[in-house]
């Protein structure tokens, strides 16, 4: 768990997204506070990874409100709908690692960290390649920096994808099913690096199905069905003893692994 929570950092009303006639989110509220590690679990196609991608709008909400500190978004005014340079200011705020790796595959792990601190940092090469050097070493990847993402296992590139989050010393982290893509033996080895940006209050939106990582580094959760929050609260209330049927339904199958 993460120090006593603080001000707020994000605010959510009421946000809506379609996809033509689907309603992917159909009225999402929820706040985030600094260094809140806020874990979202729900099955497949309930609106996760849509809600974490309205947030730094790399998808564009139809209705609510988002506020980001002091930066307030109203979707039904789009002159409060940032473009051009002020989106990628706005972007700027969130560090978003997804369920593929998405690094650039001629680039090595160093190179891939390096292009957002020189390119949009405008960052000294040098001074660039420090601290590539340094994150590396916090997600445990000394000495790798050469190798070409085909040369890493899944569970590395991950963490490569990681450091690269981190690179841009972003104010929020976003996670989207970040294991999902990996073997079962490289799981614990993201998860690890996950749990040390908790424990040192990184304010967190995390989307998974890792229930003992959630139930371990979660100061809060929320679970998501059909669009809509069904139900939230501490870690320990929603996994151990949810009121919801949905949320107990969908927790059935962890409940019967432990």
Known sequence: ???????????????????GTIRALKGVSLEVHTGEVLVIIGPSGCGKSTFLRCMNLLEEPNEGILQIGNHKINFADKKTIPTGKNIARFRSQFGMVFQQF???????????????LTVVKKIPYDDA??????????VGLDNIENRLPKELSGGQQQRVAIA????????????????SA???????????????LAKEGATMIVVTHEM????EVADRIVFIDEGLIVEEGTAKDIINNSQNKRTKLFLSRFHSNT
């Open 212 to 215: 003992a990582f959630a139930q």
């Open 1 to 19: 768990m993460n120090n006593p929570i603080k001000n707020l950092k994000i605010k959510v009303e009421n946000l809506k997204k379609n996809y």
């Open 102 to 116: 998405d690094l650039f595959l001629h680039k090595t792990a160093i190179e891939n960290i390096m292009i957002g």
């Open 182 to 196: 990996l073997d079962p033996e490289l799981v614990g080895e993201v998860l690890e690096v996950m749990r040390n």
């Open 129 to 138: 390649k420090n601290i590539a050097i340094n994150l590396l070493k916090q």
């Open 164 to 179: 690269r989050a981190l690179a841009m010393s972003p104010e929020i982290l976003l996670f989207d099913e970040v294991t």
